[in-house]
Nanobody, 123 residues
């Protein structure tokens, strides 16, 4: 499966963005999907993940209550709504997929990755 992440941009603190992760090549419905981010000079970190059905979601503590992950399997797309953005949310955001009934939270568990999309939050 090929993944393409888009929707990043420059936004002021307190603003919002919606990231999309579009899949092609195979049906997306059997894949758990995660979002990760990597700030300049830092390691990649987990942000959120969603099960194949959308019934289970997980969030990093740093984004809980501000970010929402969702999916539309009919459109082969997973979304990450970013609200109440903070300067520390600035990073390149990546989506990843893994064909599993579970919900991996570790980047090493995901087999497929999209290119990143830059999110920059100004103070």
């Amino acid at each position: 499966v090929q993944l393409q992440a888009f929707g990043g941009g420059l936004v002021q603190a307190g603003g919002f963005l919606r990231l999309s992760c579009a899949a092609s090549g195979r049906t997306f419905a059997n894949f758990a999907v995660g979002w990760f981010r990597q700030a300049s000079g830092k390691e990649r970190e987990f942000v959120a993940a969603i099960s194949w059905s959308g019934g289970r979601t997980y969030y990093a503590d740093s984004v809980k209550g501000r970010f929402t992950i969702s999916r539309d399997n009919a459109k082969n797309t997973v979304y990450l709504q970013l609200n109440s953005l903070k300067p520390e949310d600035t990073a390149v955001y990546y989506c990843a997929a893994d064909k599993t009934p579970g919900v991996p939270l570790s980047s090493s568990s995901f087999d497929y990755w999209g290119q990143g999309t830059q999110v920059t939050v100004s103070s």
